[in-house]
């Protein structure tokens, strides 16, 4: 796993996981990419920002397509995942999993 910090200048903002590969717990409950955002710092871009920016990352890692999911309640989330590309794969007891493409114009369907 790579984890990264998002920073404006000194100020930590937020946390990014990108997963390099996938155990059969992280297909039900984590994903390839998870992020978490400052609660100070939410509402401002920073999320959708953060998973732009794991896209290519995960790529060079030789990940065509990124798992990533939400809580079920968490419409916040699930508008960073679908201004990223993320394709609803499905719905389960507790996360919405979607596949995000991580090559610009990719459908996410390979």
Do not use: C, N, V, Y
């Given at each position: 796993m790579t984890t990264l910090?998002?920073?404006?200048?000194?100020?930590?903002?937020?946390?990014?996981?990108?997963?390099?590969?996938l155990t059969p717990e992280l297909m039900e409950l984590g994903g390839h990419i998870g992020y978490d955002v400052r609660p100070?710092?939410?509402?401002?871009?920073?999320?959708?920002a953060?998973?732009?920016?794991?896209?290519?990352?995960?790529?060079?890692?030789g990940i065509s397509q990124a798992l990533v999911m939400c809580d079920l309640t968490n419409a916040a989330s699930r508008r960073v995942i679908e201004t990223n590309g993320g394709q609803l794969l499905d719905v389960t007891a507790r996360k919405r999993r979607y596949w995000v493409p991580t090559a610009e114009g990719s459908t996410g369907s390979d």
């Open positions: 910090w998002w920073a404006d200048g000194d100020q930590f903002l937020g946390r990014l996981a990108i997963r390099h590969q100070s710092a939410r509402r401002r871009g920073h999320a959708t953060m998973l732009a920016a794991a896209l290519p990352i995960a790529l060079k890692l």
